[in-house]
C-alpha cells in the first residue's frame, strides 16, 4: 500500500483551444469521463490512500469536480 501521489495538474492547455477555454485541461473528456478521473481511478486500484493535486489554471474548477475524493475512496487534496 501507498501513502500518497502528487500528480501535477496544472497546465493552461494551450494546444487543446478552444475546448480549454472553459474547461481545464485535466477535466478533458477521454471516452466518458474526465482523463483526470481516469487517473485517480488508477490510483485508488493501486492502493494509494491520498492524492495531492498540484493545480493552477482554472484550479476552482477541478476543486469542486474532485473534492475530497470520497466518490473514488481515496483522500484527495
Given at each position: 500500500?501507498?501513502?500518497?501521489?502528487?500528480?501535477?495538474?496544472?497546465?493552461?492547455?494551450?494546444?487543446?483551444?478552444?475546448?480549454?477555454?472553459?474547461?481545464?485541461?485535466?477535466?478533458?473528456?477521454?471516452?466518458?469521463?474526465?482523463?483526470?478521473?481516469?487517473?485517480?481511478?488508477?490510483?485508488?486500484?493501486?492502493?494509494?490512500?491520498?492524492?495531492?493535486?498540484?493545480?493552477?489554471?482554472?484550479?476552482?474548477?477541478?476543486?469542486?469536480?474532485?473534492r475530497d475524493g470520497a466518490k473514488w475512496k481515496i483522500e484527495i487534496d
Amino acid at each position: 500500500m501507498f501513502d500518497r501521489a502528487i500528480v501535477l495538474a496544472g497546465g493552461r492547455g494551450t494546444r487543446l483551444q478552444p475546448y480549454t477555454v472553459e474547461l481545464p485541461k485535466p477535466l478533458m473528456p477521454l471516452g466518458d469521463c474526465p482523463i483526470l478521473e481516469i487517473l485517480i481511478r488508477q490510483l485508488a486500484r493501486c492502493d494509494f490512500r491520498r492524492v495531492t493535486l498540484a493545480v493552477n489554471h482554472q484550479a476552482d474548477i477541478i476543486k469542486a469536480f474532485f473534492r475530497d475524493g470520497a466518490k473514488w475512496k481515496i483522500e484527495i487534496d
